[in-house]
């Protein structure tokens, strides 16, 4: 989710998990991880080190609720801890799953082929947010599948859902985009 602003929700490499580093790649694995790093290397998508400014300051916060940021907080807050879980490393590709229980959401990571869909074998469990941790979702955009998670700790991080629909009616209190991030 790179972007040029100041407060893109791309996070540190040494604060996002290592997820499936034990497995074995599935075949055309690292082909596809030689055609993502080009893609990547030629769209520039990849995090960006050091340009998010990781904040707790009330006036940023301000500041960004005006400017309908990306991410606000520290990144040991309840949002930073949410988006390093959701941007895994991995030495294979890996299919980030946030599954929603009766009392937590968690990131679940399972084995993709990079360039394809084939699933692996390899499934690991990730960090588990409590449901009372969030406080609202809100849409960032008018047609975007772009959502901010708000969390009780005042912090909040942006998502891309694959699904909006389905996520709409998961979180049917979702806020619009035109409405205020509180």
């Known amino acids: 989710m790179s972007t040029d602003r100041e407060d893109d929700a791309d996070v540190p490499t040494a604060l996002r998990p290592e997820v499936l580093s034990g497995g074995e790649a599935i075949a055309g694995d690292k082909a596809g991880g030689f055609l993502s790093f080009f893609f990547t290397a030629a769209t520039n998508t990849e995090p960006k080190e050091g340009k998010v400014k990781a904040t707790g300051d009330p006036a940023a916060r301000a500041l960004r609720q005006k400017k309908n940021g990306l991410f606000f907080g520290e990144w040991e807050s309840l949002a930073g801890r949410w988006l390093a879980a959701s941007q895994p490393r991995s030495r294979m590709g890996v299919l980030t799953v946030l599954v929603l229980t009766g009392s937590h959401l968690r990131f679940v990571y399972v084995q993709r082929r990079r360039g394809g869909s084939k699933l692996g074998d390899a499934v690991a469990a990730g960090e588990a947010f409590p449901r009372g941790q969030l406080a609202w979702t809100r849409r960032h955009g008018k047609r975007s599948t772009d959502f901010q998670f708000g969390f009780t700790d ?14 709409l009616e998961l979180f049917p209190g979702t806020l619009g985009h035109k409405d205020p991030i509180p």
């Not at 005042?154 to 996520?167: A, V």
Request: no cysteine; net charge negative.
């Open 154 to 167: 005042g912090s909040w991080g942006t998502l891309t859902i694959p699904d909006d629909k389905y996520f």
